[in-house]
């Protein structure tokens, strides 16, 4: 047998035992019967996201990128816990899936005129309820309760909107699964409430294995994608899986944010005086958790 | 098989999955309009594999899903964060503060002040250090303003080269108190720039002279316990502030600022520096404040008093003809929560005059009640409006006006002011424009603070500003400060 044929053997083979395989797998055979709902994939997609644990922690480091390519940095540490199912849901959701309220406490340390400021948002599930927020300014020792009601606007002057970094509820959209790849679900997600929202609808393409949402795509009214979100980094911690490194861009202006989250812990037992005693814990934040 | 041919296998079987299972053009240019198609499938991140990667190994270790690209990042990002960070990170305490020059000028000619009414560089430094239950926080501030030509320090006046902000320590001797002592920034109440229940110092003389609005908070010397029930099991917290020495506002006193001084008849300014007998003695001229406060159905509710002296001058020593701070209780009451798509406030006091009790002391101001209605709402992305109503009323006002000395002007019975906040952000949130109101359409005078400041970088910030004073009378609240308009503009390095 010549060199060459050799050669050529010996890379068909395993290609041809590969496309076998792919073709007969279980994966591929149980398709149609294995795969979940729209329902599910909505559930579990929200959950990676937002829901690991329940409770975590998390430094945060953010730089944004404008138009003219200058550089801002924030440097923050996010405190959250989930707060129980209330009674009446406890039986439809189990205590592993439950999706709904959570409470965020955000100290910041960087840029220092803002150092030891502290964001609180008591987030509401209930479909059009507001989030409860609170400032804490410590120059003026003012606990500040903030009328903000548009989920959409930006956050700490970055891409990304309080509702990127808190979470959408997944009541607020239509969702439908327009496509399945090889490596994705992808699904289309329509406001039930258009006047709320700047997008006509959004796309997402959701790792079928993770359940992570690998990339997001806003559309606008011409159907142009003016607003994208890609994970960068996926890492397991603490036996959850965890996007630690994502970009949001802005595609008109052409700037963009980088989040990185680092020091990432779950399961620390936050304690609930931590969000519910505001007035004590904005003004005297808990060393031990943030640092 | 024939070397170096099995790094090419291996190169096959890892990639020629994903190039038939992943989206083949990630890398493809934004479609133009239309759905996207299957080529619009973005890469799989690192850390995530695509199905057939599984089968190629076992799934790696924690710390280690990453390529070497995005470690490189990482590092990158991590001396990029090092360098930014200025190795302040490395000090076994907390520091930061900022350096600032700060200049404004008068627009009207007042005959009572200089022309230049704020022309200052300021260092603030802090430093914070937390040890495991308990903390240390200092602030101070080095000045210099030749516009007072005055330099030497003065703690309680805040003048002069060197002020202490903050030099306070923070403990928590029992699982459901928090102590401060010390020197401290004390705030509580719900109203924006108007002050009910708020009884701690403010300094006037920053605020109408176009500081930062930080600078409205003057420090006090003073010890805050507080007892958090729910840690105890009960419905309401404590505050409890106990100043053992009278701590004043710094008050407009003519130094920086002209104003209406009564005895003279007239506006009077740094000639006539308003003279005052404050209250000094340790633990005998003392004040104690004190918040009841607790949350029902997302409201918070609050109950306040007050024993102590009035903050600004509200009388005056008939022998000296020294003004002074006549003793002053204080009840109120507050309630705060969410109102439609906004927040809305509401809060009462009493101020009850101890040394006037009848309001017939034509050297003593006579009691009040004061009340405050506000309301903010997001109206549009990135713009809050917000408004309020405020009232005086003046109590006795009929033996106030029988008593008044002749040649004194009379003040109203009723002193209604409305305020408007406006507050719109522009360039993500780096631009952002001002304008705070107040209006009294029974003084018939307003003040307008309008604002611009602008986030050049992480560290330098530029602003500029104003305070507008607009009267019909001479001796109405800020009418009396007509002549003190002034535009200032200022720029900051943070640190």
Known sequence: MSKSLKQTLLVIAPLTLLCVWAVFSPRTLGAEEEAPGVAEIVDRTNQVAYYQGKDGKAEVFMTIVDSQNRERNRRFTILRRDEGPPEEKADKYGEDEYRGDQKFYIYFHRPSDVEDMVYLVWKHHEFGEDDDRWLYLPDLDLVKR??????????????????????????????????????????????????????????????????????????????????????????KIDGYLTITKAKMEDLQSGGHTMLSYDRVKYDRDLPVDIFDNYQRYLRNPPMQYIK | ??????????????????????????????????????????????????????????????????????????????????????????????????????????????????????????LHLEIQKYWSSSSLDLAADFLYDPVLAEHDVDLEEGEGLFDLRQFRYNFSPVGFMDVRAGRQI??????????????????WRSFFSGRDVDYLKAPSDAVKVSVFGSNLGLPVSLDLVYTPRFDPDRFIDGRRTSYWNPLLGRRAGRHDILETETPDDWFTDDELALRLYRSVMGYELALYYYRGFWKSPAGIIPDSGLFTHPELAVYGASAEGNVGPGIGNIEFAFYESREDMSGSDPFVDNSQVRFLMGYEQEAARNFTVAGQYYLEYLLDYDEYRDNLPAGQRKRDEDRHVLTVRLTKTLLMQNLELSLFAFYSPSDRDAYLRPRISYDIDDHWRVEGGGNIFLADEKHTFFGQFEKNTNFYAGLRYSF
């Open chain 1, 146 to 235: 903030i009328a903000a009601s548009d989920k959409r606007t930006s956050f700490v002057g970055s891409h990304f909107f309080y509702e990127d970094v808190s979470g959408r509820n997944p009541d607020n959209d239509e969702h439908e699964l327009v496509e399945t790849t090889g490596n994705y679900y992808v699904l289309k997600n329509t406001p039930k409430r258009p006047d709320m929202v700047e997008f006509k609808y959004y796309k997402m393409w959701i790792h079928k294995d993770s359940f992570v949402p690998v990339q997001i795509s806003y559309y606008n009214d011409r159907d142009q994608e003016y607003r994208k979100y890609t994970v960068q980094n996926v890492e």
């Open chain 2, 1 to 122: 098989m024939a070397k170096g041919f099995a790094p090419l296998l291996y190169f096959f079987l890892i990639f020629f999955p994903l190039i038939v299972f992943s989206a083949p053009a990630g890398a493809q240019p934004s479609l133009p309009s239309g759905l996207g198609e299957e080529s619009s499938s973005p890469d799989v991140p690192s850390g995530l594999g695509g199905p057939e990667e599984e089968k190629t190994g076992p799934s790696l270790p924690e710390g280690l899903g990453t390529g070497d690209e995005t470690q490189e990042e990482t590092k990158e990002r991590e001396e990029k964060e090092g360098a930014w960070l200025g190795g302040l990170e490395d000090l076994p305490f907390q520091f930061g503060g900022f350096w600032e020059v700060r200049g404004g000028a008068r627009t009207g000619n007042d005959p009572y002040e200089r022309d230049v009414s704020l022309a200052e560089t300021r």
């Open chain 2, 186 to 203: 004390l705030t509580w109440g719900t109203g924006d720039l108007l002050f009910l229940n708020d009884l701690f110092p403010k300094d």
